[in-house]
């Protein structure tokens, strides 16, 4: 054990109310389990969802303890964990849903699986800015889409959390990579090195500029709704389009007529069902990768925040006046 019995954690007792600031039992970890002591913990959309209680695919039983990325230092592992040493630098996508203890709080106890080594290059609140968000472009790009060098990818949403990360994925394997934001994200989406799209911009205009005409072997939808609609319409023959917000009601005959192929990306399911966890910690190694060879950055609001103003930060997102990942330092 690590020696401290207890710890400090934000914990969600009612949809809506602020987070108590709680002084509560440091976890014990299983045999396949490690204690990572928690130095920063991502905030995402999905979070603001669950403590308002309207996200139903994220159940997560109250009182809990909220927050889904964390990165932080191993503390102590289980007696099966071998790919794991006290001291390490660690980050992932670990819990905050299914009723898995969340990353506001200063320890979790986590699964292994889950984890891969911190790119060193990067600050404890740089990683714990890209788990949940990373996850969910590469299952789509490359786990649901096949992704390969010099194909023509259009990223919806270039400059949002996972938009941005999808840009940087495509780019590293080598694709032809265009984005659609506002004009105001113009100079973010191009600094990622995508070409950027107006969104505004007619389907047939962007497809016709673009691709001659004929549709982009891959679209990838962060945005959902018309979008999605919209991406049906942008993809080649037997191209494929992939949605991390598929949840309304499609027509799917421009897909049809296409032959072309749609995949759901639904991250929280291996948190959720406990398959594939030993995958999101490969692909947490293949964010390493990318980061230390210089391909891959995330993208950060500069402003702090700590378990003691973790509402500030939810009420950012709510506004939508983050300037990129918003991050608490734990």
Known sequence: MTGISTMRAA??????????????????????????????????????????????????PLPAIPGIDLAGVVEQTGRDVSRFKPGD?????????????????????????????????????????????????????????????????????????VGHVAVQIARAFGAEVFSTGSAAQRATIEGFGAVFIDRDSTVEAYVAQHTGGRGFDIVYDTVGGKVLDASFESVRRFGHVVSALGWG????????????????????????????????GEIMAEATRLVEAGKLVPLIDARHFTLESVGEAYALIRDRAAKGKLVVDT
């Open 11 to 60: 914990v969600l007792e009612t949809h809506n109310a602020p987070l108590r600031l709680s002084t509560i039992s440091t976890p014990r970890i299983g045999p396949r389990e490690v204690l990572v002591r928690i130095r920063a913990s991502g905030v995402n959309p999905l979070d603001t969802k669950i403590h308002a209680g309207a996200a139903a695919h994220a159940r997560h």
């Open 89 to 161: 630098e660690v980050y992932g996508m670990t819990g905050g849903v299914g009723g898995v203890q969340g990353s506001l709080a200063e320890f979790a106890a986590v699964d292994a699986d889950l984890l891969a080594l911190k790119p060193g290059n990067l600050s404890m609140r740089e990683a714990a800015a890209l788990p949940l968000i990373f996850i969910t472009a590469w299952e789509g790009l490359v786990d649901r889409a096949s992704l390969k060098a010099g194909q023509k990818v259009l990223i919806h949403g270039g400059a949002g959390g």
């Open 249 to 280: 009601t499609h027509a799917l005959a421009p897909l049809s007529f296409r032959a072309a192929s749609y995949s759901g990306v639904f991250t929280l399911l291996s948190l959720l069902s406990g398959e594939g966890r030993a995958h999101h």
